[in-house]
Nanobody, 128 residues
Framework: QVQLVESGGRSVQAGGSLRLSCAAS????????MGWFRQAPGKERELVAALKWSDRSTSYADSVKGRFTISRDNAKNTLYLQMNNLEPEDAAVYYC?????????????????????WGQGTQVTVSS
C-alpha cells in the first residue's frame, strides 16, 4: 500500500503562490490515479485536481482552473500541486490520495468513501 506524506502548506497572502508536495513511498506505475483534495472548516471535502498517469489525463475543479497545476514525478515518487494567484477561498487542509477511481472522482467531485490511500494533510492559509 502506498504511503503518502504532504508538505508545503503555509500561510500566504492573496495573490501569492505555493507548491504542495506529496511524497509517496512504494509508488509504482500501477498506482495510476492520484489527486489533490481539500477540506475547509465546515465544508465537505472536495476534489481539487486529479491526474491519471496512464494517459496523462487531468481534471480540475472549476474554482482552480487556470490557477493550479497538478503534476507527478515518478523518479522522485512525488505528486505536486502548483497553486498560483491564491484566493482566501483556497484556504483549507489539502490532502493527496492515490488509487482512486478517476471517472467517479471527477464526476462526483470527491473520491468514494473508503477508497484509496491518503496522506495526513497540509494546511494552507490565505490572508486577504
Amino acid at each position: 500500500q502506498v504511503q503518502l506524506v504532504e508538505s508545503g502548506g503555509r500561510s500566504v497572502q492573496a495573490g501569492g503562490s505555493l507548491r504542495l508536495s506529496c511524497a509517496a513511498s512504494g509508488l509504482t506505475s500501477s498506482n495510476d490515479v492520484m489527486g489533490w483534495f481539500r477540506q475547509a472548516p465546515g465544508k465537505e471535502r472536495e476534489l481539487v485536481a486529479a491526474l491519471k498517469w496512464s494517459d496523462r489525463s487531468t481534471s480540475y475543479a472549476d474554482s482552480v482552473k487556470g490557477r493550479f497545476t497538478i503534476s507527478r514525478d515518478n523518479a522522485k515518487n512525488t505528486l505536486y500541486l502548483q497553486m498560483n494567484n491564491l484566493e482566501p477561498e483556497d484556504a483549507a487542509v489539502y490532502y493527496c490520495a492515490s488509487d482512486i477511481p478517476y471517472e467517479y472522482t471527477v464526476r462526483n467531485g470527491d473520491a468514494p468513501p473508503g477508497f484509496g490511500s491518503w496522506g495526513q494533510g497540509t494546511q494552507v492559509t490565505v490572508s486577504s
